[in-house]
């Protein structure tokens, strides 16, 4: 579209929010924009509408179609209202649970999305304060509900905010009903087609008991009581980073045993605005930065961070010099499924039909590690929307063990179908205590697992770029590299291609192609090399980025091997990066 075409066509947009059924701070927002010299905002702020995908809505906070607003979310409550009454008209009650984060606006598009509900008829279990996400998925399921929300935009900055949907097993919407949603959603062609004025009858506030079932379920997990019970004085500092573990991980790890749970209580003020933090993202090392110094001043043996939604967890933990390190997404899922599948072995709990789960961009050592215990794994696309449908299509013919992905998300227990920082939470410590019971540390665990399955260093990094133009950009990123694969990384030839939007792979040991077998196409391509380097690459689906994963591979001869291993592999990834130019 060309620029003054375009212009033309976002003042018009915004001239119809002028003259439309908006309030007025909205108006008054807009019209700023409209009488500001500089129009990037205004082009911003509505050159598309916000799209409600499959993952629901994330955007920036503000006026506009483009933006996360009353009407924005409205809209999407109201599409999904619609597409409730349609899909379940033979149920007398139509059930949902709303909760949210700590984030700015989010009680307002929590408690204003139970009015429309309501207004629609159906019923509302509204949770009184903030909860993790893992809660909503939870009381989707306790309460027998159709569907439920969670208005949270997870990691991203302080600007931002989102809009999670749920169907009724607990997980994120999959399809046909995703698309089935966004249909009802794109219908909604005025705000006046929203029922905004609710019906206090139908909305039921719901909290504390949900909590401690909560509780109660994740205590059901542990396999190792006796171990916690000789070292409950574990010390460990938590954090929920302003966000909404406050609420139930301290209880959690309470009520499973621990009795030195170290907070830090800068962090446990409740705040959308993350005053402690440039980024509330555990991935984020200075994330954890005030957590390690309040591990180090009262010598606690770990770290555990949780994000603003309580739905991802960040660890840091000692090394054989007594130093902090920050544990990654791909080492903390081999921490916890080696410990979840030999423990399982110890108590004699395998029986054959146990199986692990892990997404396309997370290590390969899962694999090796899955394949020498006898035990089945399947690798599945990033989000946990798609882990939970794995879990549903396999209920009651085998055991889920655990699953996750390099971002940080975990889930031990399938009585939630998203990722859950608060049992992840309780497992970390589970297995500190363990180890230690075992006359180790969780570095030494780690590297008993390097020791034994070889050595993988992952990297993942990612570009940003805002706006219309870096949607672009992205776009055209993808493209090139469809249209020029790479043929060798840090100088390993290529020996497998993955592209995932065409389900096809070619494999150029054998000269062939071959169809992969995924419930659907997405945006991703994969490379692997003879030494066993994995490369993939893809657009994030929530934030204005590109990610590239990178793995590289290693075997460890001895503990004292490891310094010299892992130095190799980063080397080589370094090279990999300079090659594409990241």
């Not at 019209?31 to 500089?38: A, I, K, T």
């Not at 809009?163 to 705000?191: C, F, M, T």
């Not at 980025?545 to 793995?551: A, H, N, T």
Request: proline share 3%; with cysteine; aromatic share 8%.
């Amino acid at each position: 579209m060309e620029e003054e075409t375009l212009l033309a066509f976002v003042t018009d947009k915004a001239q119809s929010w002028i003259n439309g059924n908006y309030d007025a701070a909205t108006k008054e927002e807009v019209q700023r924009m409209l009488d500001s010299e500089d129009k990037s905002k205004l082009i911003d702020a509505f050159y598309k509408d916000l799209e409600f995908g499959t993952g629901g809505l994330r955007g920036i906070m503000g006026a506009g179609s483009n933006r996360m607003n009353i009407y924005t979310v409205g809209s999407a409550t109201q599409g999904l209202s619609n597409y409730l009454l349609k899909e379940f008209a033979e149920i007398d009650e139509i059930k949902v649970v709303i909760g949210h984060d700590c984030r700015n606006n989010s009680r307002r598009f929590a408690e204003i999305s139970a009015d429309i509900f309501s207004a629609n008829g159906i019923k509302v279990y509204l949770y009184e304060s903030l909860r993790p996400t893992p809660e909503v998925s939870y009381a989707i399921r306790k309460l027998g509900c159709q569907s439920g929300i969670m208005i949270t935009a997870s990691h991203n900055p302080k600007e931002y905010n989102g809009y999670k949907a749920y169907w009724n097993d607990g997980a994120q919407v999959l399809g046909p009903h995703d698309k089935n949603i966004i249909a009802e959603v794109n219908r909604i062609a005025s705000v006046d087609d929203i029922r905004f004025k609710g019906n206090k009858k139908l909305i039921e506030i719901i909290g504390k008991d949900m909590d401690k079932a909560f509780m109660e379920e994740v205590r059901k997990f542990v396999l190792s009581p006796d171990a916690i019970k000789r070292q409950h004085d574990l010390k460990m500092v938590y954090t929920p980073i302003h966000g909404t573990g406050i609420t139930l991980v301290p209880d959690t790890l309470k009520a499973i045993g621990f009795t030195q749970i170290i907070n830090v209580p800068e962090q446990d003020v409740i705040s959308g605005d993350f005053p402690t933090v440039v980024s509330p993202n555990p991935e984020e090392p200075a994330a954890l930065d005030l957590a390690i110094k309040r591990a180090m001043e009262t010598g606690a043996e770990l770290v555990m961070a949780t994000d603003p939604d309580g739905d991802r967890i960040g660890t840091a933990i000692r090394d054989n010099e007594g130093n902090f390190m920050l544990v990654n997404g791909n080492q903390t899922m081999l921490i916890y499924l080696y410990y979840l599948m030999n423990r399982r072995k110890e108590l004699g709990l395998l029986t054959g039909r146990e199986y692990v789960v892990k997404t396309i961009v997370t290590t390969e050592l899962v694999k090796d590690i899955a394949k020498k215990k006898g035990i089945e794994l399947f690798d599945c696309y990033t989000g946990f929307k798609w882990i939970a449908e794995i879990i549903r299509k396999n209920e009651g013919t085998k055991k889920y063990i655990g699953g996750g992905e390099e971002s940080y998300g975990f889930l031990a227990g399938d009585f939630v179908r998203d990722k859950d920082s608060v049992s992840a939470c309780a497992l970390f410590a589970e297995i500190a205590a363990w180890a230690k019971d075992n006359g180790k540390t969780m570095y030494q665990l780690l590297e008993d697992i390097y020791l034994e399955y070889g050595y993988s260093k992952e990297v993942g990094i990612s570009l940003v770029r805002k706006g219309k133009e870096g949607a672009d950009e992205i776009e055209a990123m993808m493209k090139n590299f469809r249209a020029n694969p790479k043929h060798s990384l840090g100088g390993s030839p290529v020996t497998l291609v993955k592209d995932f939007a065409k389900l096809e792979a070619t494999d150029y040991v054998r000269n062939e192609q071959f169809a992969l077998e995924m419930p659907t196409t997405s945006n991703v391509i994969q490379y692997f090399t003879e030494e066993g380097t994995k490369l993939s690459i893809r657009p994030s689906g929530t934030e204005p980025k590109i990610k590239f994963y990178i793995e590289a591979r290693g075997v460890v001869k001895s503990r004292e091997d490891l310094p010299r291993v892992e130095e190799a592999t980063l080397l080589k990834i370094n090279a990999i990066r300079e090659e594409l130019g990241i």
